[in-house]
């Protein structure tokens, strides 16, 4: 069974810092894993994913995640964040034998202060 | 492109009655549409994958005599929540994979809030 955890409910950080969104996941086979972004009383918004390549994503919003295998995560980073990157930020993962199947994390509310 | 609308936006009902929540992909065919719920400042819950044609696939948990699922076509998927009751308030998200193209992306709807009363 596919599953991801996100291990903090809530990143705080100021303007301008970098900010980074920890997930790590389990599967069995190889992972397709995906960053969304919600913002209240919103859908999902997609922000990148990883399938296969470069370890490095690249996605929308100057977001970016390393896909790391050895340490089985995907985190997510922007180098300097912006005070309506404040939101909530869903890692989630497909096996490659699910489907279209999405497991998703709990979520991580970011609140970026000016 | 990958436009997901969902109407509607929000909802309030009566207990007892029934409630009917669409999802259609605007500018796309979709091979497969998925429903989920959420709670407030919780994840997202699978209830269930739909493919046009076919019975919906339920998530374990989740009652199918409740919550009825139809994939009338590629565009359009419904979600009933038949009889609700306030525990049946939620914001519902349906999302869509598109035909023919390996993205394996899933394109999400704005959202349903329901509530009732």
């Known amino acids: 069974a596919q599953s991801v955890a996100q291990p903090e409910d809530q990143v705080n950080v100021a303007e301008g810092n970098p900010l980074t969104v920890k997930c790590t996941y389990s599967?069995?086979?190889?992972?397709?894993l995906f960053w969304y972004v919600q913002y209240p009383n919103r859908g999902l918004q997609f922000l990148l994913k990883?399938?296969?390549?470069?370890?490095l994503v690249k996605g929308s919003y100057g977001f970016e995640a390393e896909f790391n295998k050895s340490q089985t995560s995907f985190h997510l980073k922007k180098p300097s964040a912006l005070v309506s990157d404040s939101a909530l930020y869903f890692c989630a993962v497909r096996e490659e034998a699910a489907g279209n199947k999405l497991t998703f994390g709990g979520g991580t509310r970011v609140l970026v202060k000016p | 492109g990958a436009v997901v609308s969902q109407h509607p936006s929000w909802v309030i009902c009566k207990s007892g009655t029934s409630v009917k929540i669409e999802c259609r992909s605007l500018?796309?065919?979709?091979?497969?549409m998925f429903w989920y719920r959420q709670f407030p400042k919780q994840s997202l819950m699978l209830m269930a994958t739909?493919?046009?044609?076919?019975?919906?696939?339920?998530e374990q948990g989740v009652e199918k005599d409740k919550f009825l699922i139809n994939h009338a076509s590629l565009t359009l998927s419904t979600l009933t929540v038949t009889s609700a009751h306030p525990e049946d308030s939620s914001f519902y998200i349906c999302?869509?994979?598109?035909?023919?193209?390996?993205?394996?992306?899933?394109?999400f709807g704005p959202g349903t809030r329901l509530t009732v009363t």
């Open positions: 599967v069995s086979g190889n992972p397709y």
């Open positions: 500018d796309f065919q979709a091979t497969t």
């Open positions: 739909s493919n046009e044609g076919s019975k919906a696939t339920y």
């Open positions: 990883y399938i296969t390549g470069d370890n």
């Open positions: 999302s869509a994979a598109r035909l023919g193209l390996a993205t394996h992306e899933q394109y």
